[in-house]
């Protein structure tokens, strides 16, 4: 018994030990959470012309049907007089060998821009892309939402109007939410306690540009350090940035969908029914 014991423990231990080397050697999960959950960037380090497009943070929260996204821009600028803009949600099942779109030098997403998901989270599965439909203020945003299949992406939805804005002030970031249906993400698991991983970027509207800047890495993205395969780089000496570096997402967050599983409903279902008998047999 005692080297059965002995025996179990060392497997336990040879286990982790190999789980361990492996996290070491995978691409990075930056903060993880469950449903309501706030991703914190607090990133206000772009110049003041794009100060109000940056990402501060983000608040995700899910039920049977839908996702619930908010996403805080900074508090020091004004989003709705700064230009038009667009933001990027690459999602990935984090797993591997998925077979998402990993791109590394050309634009691995449908909006063509100059961000991808390293191959070792499996690449982009899956994409919301929040946009500006004018260019002008006020502004109004819509999203559309995409899934990759073998090596097309295709748009789910497209809400021209789907994203509500309520503008910063006295030092509050503007907030942009939106509801995006479970059902448009078919590359992802939406079982209760499953996982998928996840980033925003902010990018301009033209083909080709980078992130301007990053909710799992906050950083000055354009204008001032780039990143690659999560260690930054800066711009070469006595050279130009170049707004359309390619931006290889390898530091993600993590979010854990909290749906009540079908079975699990019927369970609950049940126990309440055998109570309600119970009581009325007391009452008899």
């Known amino acids: 018994m005692k080297t059965s014991t002995q025996f179990k423990s060392l497997v336990i231990v040879l286990a982790v030990s190999a789980l361990a080397a492996f996290s070491a050697q995978a691409d990075s999960i930056a903060v993880s959470g469950t449903s309501g959950t706030t991703y914190p960037g607090n990133d206000c380090g772009q110049g003041s012309a794009n100060k109000g ?3 501060y943070s983000a608040t995700i929260s899910n039920d049977a049907n839908n996702l619930y996204i908010s996403l805080a821009l900074c508090p020091l600028g004004n989003a709705t007089s700064q230009g038009g803009f667009d933001y990027l949600m690459p999602i990935t099942s984090g797993n591997p060998s998925a077979g998402g779109d990993s791109l590394a030098n050309t634009n691995g997403n449908p909006y063509l821009r100059a961000v991808s998901v390293d191959s070792g989270f499996g690449g982009m599965t899956d994409m919301i892309g ?17 899934v990759y299949t073998g090596s097309t992406w295709t748009q789910m939805n497209n809400y021209a109007t789907g994203v509500t804005i309520v503008n910063g002030s006295g030092g509050n970031p503007t907030v942009l939410t939106l509801t995006a249906p479970l059902a448009d993400f078919t590359n992802l698991n939406f079982t209760a306690g499953s996982t998928f991983d996840f980033d925003f970027d902010s990018t301009g509207t033209g083909a080709g540009q980078t992130a301007y800047g990053d909710l799992a890495l906050p950083g000055p993205v354009q204008g001032g350090a780039a990143y690659t395969n999560g260690v930054a780089i800066t711009p070469t000496p006595g050279g130009t940035y170049s707004a359309t570096y390619q931006f290889n997402e390898t530091v993600l967050d993590q979010y854990t969908v909290a749906v009540p599983e079908p079975s699990t409903i019927a369970l609950v279902g049940m126990a309440l029914v055998g109570t309600l008998t119970l009581l009325r047999g007391r009452r008899k």
């Open 53 to 55: 497009r940056e990402i």
């Open 130 to 146: 929040i946009y500006t439909p004018n260019g002008s203020s006020p502004y109004s945003f819509g999203f559309n939402d995409w």
